[in-house]
């Protein structure tokens, strides 16, 4: 056998060792048995999925909370009473500038309010009125303060108009519009009105000022 040819055999039997080699090493990757973490993910998801759910629901809470908060403080503030309102909240009026036998019409929220300084005679006509013959019973002492200064609401309680003051048939109120009447302690005596005129809340703060509000 020639040199060359026992070269070629031994060069074939490398190739046919390195090809069994090869095939021998591809057997034992391929019998390799990789770790199963199927089980485990498939019981880890209900929990993430139920996790992310959580999450999202707290986060739209907390999101829908704050929104929330910003709409009601936004209402509220433009719900505010204006510092005009506020300054007319209360009214203060000084006494000493309405005469015994006078009334005076001043302007509280917006509305009027009579305050009418009685002479005796006048409170004694008020008292001496049998209030289980008005429509609307109330005594005198029960509308008033001090006997001498009554203070009310200078609208009509039948379709809110303002009456007139020292008239009518009871020498009290009038109102034109419908024929109300009220007498001097502003009770309906006569006409379509269902109620006495209104007695706001007030206070004197001392003998000379009168705190309507």
């Given at each position: 056998m020639?040199?060359?040819?026992?070269?070629s055999?031994?060069?074939g039997?490398?190739?046919?060792?390195?090809?069994?080699?090869?095939?021998?090493?591809?057997?034992?990757?391929?019998s390799?048995?990789h770790?199963?973490?199927?089980t485990?993910?498939n019981?880890?998801?209900d929990?993430?999925?139920?996790?992310?759910?959580?999450?999202m629901?707290?986060?739209?809470?907390?999101l829908?909370?704050?929104?929330?908060?910003?709409?009601?403080?936004?209402?509220?503030?433009?719900?505010a009473?204006?510092?005009?309102?506020?300054a007319m909240?209360?009214?203060?009026?000084?006494?000493?500038?309405?005469?015994?036998?006078?009334?005076?019409?001043i302007?509280?929220q917006?509305k009027?309010?009579?305050?009418?300084?009685?002479?005796?005679?006048?409170?004694?006509?008020?008292?001496?009125?049998?209030?289980?013959?008005?429509?609307?019973?109330?005594?005198?002492?029960?509308?008033?303060?001090?006997?001498?200064?009554?203070?009310?609401?200078?609208?009509?309680?039948?379709?809110?108009c303002?009456?007139?003051?020292?008239?009518?048939?009871?020498?009290?109120?009038?109102?034109?519009?419908?024929?109300?009447?009220?007498?001097?302690?502003?009770?309906?005596?006569?006409?379509?009105?269902?109620?006495n005129?209104?007695i706001?809340?007030?206070?004197?703060?001392?003998d000379e000022?009168?705190?309507?509000?």
């Amino acid at each position: 056998m020639s040199s060359l040819a026992f070269r070629s055999l031994r060069s074939g039997s490398a190739l046919k060792s390195s090809i069994r080699s090869l095939s021998t090493t591809s057997s034992v990757l391929s019998s390799y048995k990789h770790p199963d973490y199927t089980t485990y993910l498939n019981n880890k998801s209900d929990d993430a999925s139920r996790n992310l759910t959580y999450f999202m629901v707290g986060s739209m809470g907390l999101l829908s909370a704050a929104g929330a908060k910003s709409t009601v403080e936004a209402f509220l503030s433009s719900m505010a009473a204006s510092a005009d309102v506020l300054a007319m909240a209360k009214v203060e009026v000084k006494l000493g500038a309405i005469p015994e036998g006078k009334n005076v019409i001043i302007k509280w929220q917006g509305k009027p309010v009579f305050i009418r300084h009685r002479t005796a005679d006048e409170i004694e006509e008020a008292n001496n009125v049998n209030i289980k013959t008005l429509r609307d019973p109330q005594n005198d002492a029960d509308r008033v303060q001090k006997p001498e200064w009554l203070v009310m609401l200078g609208i009509c309680t039948h379709l809110g108009c303002v009456p007139i003051g020292e008239a009518g048939d009871f020498g009290g109120w009038f109102c034109p519009c419908h024929g109300s009447h009220y007498d001097i302690s502003g009770r309906i005596r006569r006409g379509p009105a269902p109620l006495n005129l209104e007695i706001p809340a007030y206070d004197f703060t001392d003998d000379e000022t009168l705190l309507v509000g």
